[in-house]
C-alpha cells in the first residue's frame, strides 16, 4: 500500500472499528467523570458528620452545598471555552488537578466559611471536567458508535456518586470526615498523573490548529498501525477555522434555535433531576416510611440511570438519538406521576423511581452525545460546557422551587404532577431539535463534507 499524502482525520476516525486505543480513551474519560461525582457528592455525605462534630443546627450547611453547584455551573461555562482555545488534554487535567488540590484544602476548614470557600472552587474544577472529557471521547468515536460511548463515559459520574456514598461512610467512621477530602485529593491526583503519559490530545483539534503532523502522526500510528503515513504526510480535517469568542459561534451559521432548544433540555432535565435527587428520600420518608426504606428506594434512581444509560446508548446508535430522547422524556413524565400515585406501595414505588431513573437520567446522559455531535470541533467544549453550565442552572431552581411547594402543603399527587412538566418541556425540545440537526449539518458543511460533495480526498 502506497503511503498517504494527505489524510482527514475525521474520515480515518469514522473508517476505523473501535478498538484498543479507543476504549483506553473511553476508560480515561469515564474514569474522569467517576472522579467528578465522587467529589461531588461526597460533601452531601459528609455533611452530617460536619455538623455533628461542629455542633451545628439543621440548615447550617445549605451555602455550602449551594455554592458547590454555583462553582459547577461557573466552571462548566469558563473552561470549556478555554478548552477549545488550549486543547482538551490540558484542561481536562488541569481541573483535574484543580479540584484534587481544592479537596485537599477542604480539610483545612475550620468554619463554614471555609467549607463554603474550598467548595466553591472545587465545583469550579469539577465543571470544568466533564465538558473535555465528552469532547474528547466523542471526538475519537465514529459516528456509529458515538452515543453508546459518550454515554457510557457520562455514566461514570454516577457510579462515581454510588461509589462516594459506600466509601465515605466506611471512612468517616474510621477516620472522621476529613478522610473523604483526602481520598477526594489523592484519587483524582493520581488519575492526573496517568492523563499527562496516557491521555492522546484530540486528532481533530490538532489537525485544525495546523502544524502538529508528527504529533497527529504518533497519534494515528496508535489508532491503527497498518495506515501507511509517510514523513511529508498532511493531516487535514474539514471544517470551519472560527475564531473569536468561542461562545459567539453557539449562535452562528443556523445554530441559534439549536443552542436553545439544547439549552432547554439541560435545563429542563436538571430541574427534576436535582428535585427528585434532593427531596425524593424525604418526600418518601414523610409518606410513612423508614428513613432505611427511603434511602433504599432512593437509590434505585441511580441504578436505573445506570441500567438505562447504557441501554439508551446502545438503542441511540441504531436509531436517531433525538428520536430515542423525545420517547425516553415522555416516559420519564410519565414514571414521574406515577411516583406521586405509587405512595401507597413500597413495591410499586421503587418500581416507578427505578423507571423514572432509567429514562430521566439516562436521557440527560445520551442528550450529552447529541451535543457533542450538533458542534463542529471548535466549539464542541464550548457547546458542551454551556449547556452544562445552563443546565446547572436549573439543578439550583429544581430544590429550591420544590421546596417551595412544599412549604404549601401539597399533596405528594400534586407535587410530582408538576415535575412532569419540565419532562415533557425536554421531550417538546428534543421534537423540535430533530429539525435542527440536518440544518446544523449542512451549515457546516464544511465539518465533515461526503465522498463528492467538495471534500478533498486523501491523495496518494
Not at 477526594?184 to 503519559?197: E, K, R, S, T
Not at 452562528?252 to 435527587?277: A, D, Q, V
Not at 470541533?377 to 412544599?406: C, D, E, H, K
Not at 412538566?421 to 429539525?435: H, N, Q, R, V
Amino acid at each position: 500500500m502506497s503511503e498517504l499524502a494527505v489524510v482527514d482525520v475525521g474520515d480515518v476516525i469514522e473508517q476505523q472499528k473501535v478498538g484498543s486505543f479507543q476504549l483506553r480513551i473511553l476508560l480515561l474519560c469515564a474514569l474522569s467523570t467517576f472522579m467528578d461525582g465522587f467529589d461531588a457528592q461526597g460533601i452531601g455525605f459528609v455533611g452530617p458528620a460536619v455538623s455533628a462534630a461542629w455542633h451545628l443546627g439543621p440548615g447550617a450547611l445549605k451555602n455550602v452545598f449551594a455554592v458547590g453547584l454555583i462553582g459547577l455551573t461557573i466552571g462548566a461555562l469558563v473552561v470549556g471555552p478555554i478548552a477549545d482555545r488550549v486543547g482538551r488534554k490540558s484542561a481536562l487535567i488541569f481541573c483535574t488537578i484543580a479540584f484534587a488540590v481544592f479537596s485537599f484544602l477542604t480539610v483545612t476548614s475550620q468554619s463554614v466559611n471555609g467549607l463554603v470557600f474550598w467548595r466553591f472552587l472545587t465545583g469550579m474544577g469539577l465543571g470544568g471536567a466533564m465538558p473535555n472529557a465528552l469532547a474528547l471521547i466523542s471526538e475519537y468515536s465514529p459516528q456509529r458508535r458515538r452515543a453508546i460511548m459518550v454515554t457510557v463515559a457520562v455514566v461514570g459520574f454516577q457510579f462515581g456518586a454510588a461509589v462516594a456514598g459506600i466509601l465515605a461512610a466506611q471512612l468517616i467512621t474510621a477516620y472522621g470526615w476529613t478522610s473523604v477530602f483526602w481520598a477526594g485529593g489523592i484519587l483524582p491526583l493520581a488519575l492526573a498523573i496517568v492523563l499527562i503519559f496516557a491521555l492522546p490530545e484530540s486528532m481533530k483539534l490538532l489537525a485544525l490548529r495546523g502544524g502538529a503532523d508528527r504529533k497527529i502522526a504518533s497519534i494515528l500510528r496508535r489508532v491503527n498501525r497498518s495506515i501507511p503515513i509517510a514523513q511529508s504526510t498532511k493531516f487535514t480535517a474539514h471544517e470551519s477555522r472560527l475564531s473569536g469568542f468561542a461562545v459567539r459561534h453557539l449562535f452562528t451559521e443556523s445554530r441559534t434555535f439549536g443552542t436553545i432548544l439544547l439549552w432547554i433540555i439541560g435545563f429542563m432535565t436538571l430541574i427534576n433531576i436535582f428535585f427528585l435527587t434532593s427531596w425524593l428520600p424525604t418526600v418518601i420518608h414523610d409518606a410513612g416510611y423508614s428513613m432505611k426504606n427511603a434511602a433504599l428506594v432512593a437509590t434505585l434512581l441511580q441504578i436505573g440511570a445506570i441500567v438505562g444509560t447504557f441501554l439508551l446508548g446502545w438503542v441511540a446508535d441504531r436509531f436517531r438519538p433525538l428520536r430515542v430522547l423525545v420517547c425516553s422524556y415522555i416516559a420519564a413524565g410519565i414514571f414521574i406521576g406515577c411516583i406521586g400515585l405509587s405512595s401507597a406501595s413500597i413495591g410499586l414505588l421503587g418500581a416507578a423511581v427505578f423507571a423514572t431513573g432509567f429514562c430521566l437520567l439516562a436521557s440527560q446522559n445520551l442528550s450529552q452525545a447529541v451535543v457533542a455531535t450538533f458542534y463542529p470541533t471548535l466549539i464542541r467544549s464550548t457547546g458542551l460546557g454551556w449547556q452544562g453550565g445552563v443546565g446547572r442552572i436549573g439543578s439550583i431552581v429544581g430544590p429550591f422551587v420544590a421546596g417551595i411547594i412544599l412549604s404549601f402543603q401539597w399533596k405528594i399527587t400534586s407535587l410530582f404532577f408538576a415535575a412532569v412538566i419540565p419532562a415533557f418541556c425536554a421531550a417538546l425540545a428534543s421534537f423540535l431539535m430533530i429539525k435542527r440537526m440536518p440544518d446544523a449539518r449542512q451549515a457546516s458543511r464544511s465539518a465533515h463534507p461526503a465522498p463528492g460533495e467538495g471534500a478533498s480526498r486523501p491523495s496518494r
